[in-house]
């Protein structure tokens, strides 16, 4: 039953531009969602999160977009740089948290 | 602040053996939880205490696994015996209030052979 999905397992990005991460969810109950990003050998870290009242939510290079009609979510991070480069995961939370599967993103130099 | 700490960071048993990982969660968190993630997937819920209370573990694997968190502090997770498929990484999160997010530890990558 996998209510969150990231259907992309892995981007590329050149330095500087622009990366846009994706998720979609299926259950309209969800009502907080959240972005963690993950370095090999150490757990998920925090990143960002928003609200299921809010569309959008920024902090620094970092934005997340819910589209609720869409059930999507997506992390646009600008401008990427190459220690960005690491496995990003969704996750959506309704009495516990359920993740994606995580993105695989390699900045590129 | 000390972050989530897990012990140990790696194990390797064999097949039927008992395993057991420890967990000390960020201090004041009363929200504490067991995941587990397979390869190229992402973590999925084991086990989730509030204080002393195991609010959920409808997914914990009751026949072989087993949990606690005496005194709502430290968490310890036991799997016995162990099967080739409970190969995975073992993460540990807490969180203080119901809106936090998650803080995780650096997991425990079990092997069992």
Sequence with gaps: DQQVKQNSPSLSVQEGRISILNCDYTNSMFDYFLWYKKYPA???TFLISISSIK???????????????????????????????AVYFCAARLNDMRFGAGTRLTVKP | EAG??????????????????????ISGHNTLYWYRQNLGQGPELLIRYENEEAVDDSQLPKDRFSAERLKGVDST??????????????????????????????????TVT
Aim: one cysteine or more; a positive charge; charged letters at 20%.
């Design chain 2, 4 to 25: 989530v700490v897990q012990s140990p960071r790696y194990k390797i048993i064999e097949k039927k053996q008992p395993v057991a990982f420890w967990c000390n969660p």
């Design chain 1, 42 to 44: 150490e757990g998920p």
């Design chain 2, 77 to 110: 997770l036991k799997i016995q015996p162990a099967e080739l498929g409970d190969s995975a990484v073992y993460l540990c999160a807490s969180s203080g209030q119901s809106n936090s997010p998650l803080h995780f530890g650096n997991g425990t990558r079990l």
């Design chain 1, 55 to 85: 569309d959008k939510n920024e902090d620094g290079r970092f934005t997340v977009f819910l589209n609720k009609s869409a059930k999507h979510l997506s992390l646009h991070i600008v401008p990427s740089q190459p220690g960005d480069s």
